[in-house]
Structure formats: structure tokens, C-alpha cells
């Protein structure tokens, strides 16, 4: 498993440097909050293509592209790298406990949370009809599923 993220990092990446650095927070931040790193390593893809000093025409920065509203909520700063992903974990790991209590599509709903927020989610009953983030959940899903073949 180490070797897929590892591997998927340096094909967005070219610095090596910031390819084992990347590598290693994104391992760190899996274990520390019991978040599959393939699943954390698809988000940050999706989020950044792992550029650590994205922003987004939103407001979302880093690695992990949190909002600072939801990095202030989480306690990191979010122009700390290492913050940012572990920051990005912990926010995941957050809406996994909130939405995959059971339910088949919960997985499917903390990632439609991660980008159109919890309340979003919850008052549509599952991932909103927005194309941006059914657009989004689709990617993560396919990213998700390549890095997953090269395990299996």
C-alpha cells in the first residue's frame, strides 16, 4: 500500500523532496486517524494533485484544500502543510463517523460532505444533486478504485 500512494504522489509531484515528504504526512495522518491512506491519498489528489501551496478561487488552501472556517473549527492552520493533512484526516475522519454508521452510502456521503459540507448532505438525504459534487465524489471514487487494483 505504501508503494501505491508513494507512487501516485510522484506522478503529480515533481519534487522529490516534497514526493517523500507528501508520502510520509499522508501516512502519518492515515495512522492518526484511521483513515485509509489509499482513501486520504484520492481526497488530496482530487483536492490539490498534491501541490502544497494550492489555493482555490474558493478560499481552500494546501494539500487537503481546507477551508480556514473548517481548519479554525478543527484547531490547524491551514498554511502549515503538515496541519493541512492532518487536518484533512481528522476533518475526513470526522464525516466517516458521521455518515458511515451503517449506512451502504456512508463513505459515498463523508466524501460528498468533505466537499459540499455536512448540512448540505444531510438536508438532501445523501450526496446533493450538485454536479460539482457529484462530479467530485465520482473522481474520488475512480482514483480511489485505480489506487486500490494496483494493491489487489
Not at 516534497?18 to 502519518?28: F, L, P, S, T
Not at 498534491?50 to 472556517?69: D, E, K, R
Not at 470526522?94 to 463513505?107: E, H, I
Request: proline residues 7%.
Amino acid at each position: 500500500m505504501e508503494e501505491t500512494v508513494y507512487t501516485e504522489v510522484c506522478q503529480f509531484n515533481p519534487n522529490p523532496d516534497q514526493e517523500v515528504w507528501i508520502y510520509q504526512a499522508i501516512m502519518y495522518a492515515s495512522a492518526m486517524y484511521s483513515v485509509d491512506p489509499l482513501l486520504l491519498t484520492a481526497v488530496i489528489e482530487q483536492e490539490s494533485h498534491f501541490n502544497i501551496s494550492a489555493f482555490s478561487p474558493a478560499g481552500a488552501v494546501g494539500l487537503a484544500q481546507l477551508m480556514p472556517s473548517t481548519a479554525n473549527s478543527i484547531g490547524v492552520d491551514p498554511y502549515d502543510p503538515l496541519q493541512n493533512v492532518l487536518g484533512g484526516a481528522k476533518h475526513l475522519r470526522t464525516l466517516l463517523n458521521s455518515f458511515d454508521n451503517g449506512n451502504p452510502y456512508g463513505v459515498t456521503n463523508a466524501i460528498a460532505a468533505y466537499n459540499a459540507g455536512s448540512q448540505a448532505v444531510i438536508d438532501n438525504g445523501g450526496c446533493p444533486p450538485y454536479s460539482e459534487t457529484v462530479n467530485y465524489v465520482c473522481s474520488i471514487a475512480g482514483i480511489y478504485n485505480n489506487l486500490l487494483s494496483r494493491i489487489y
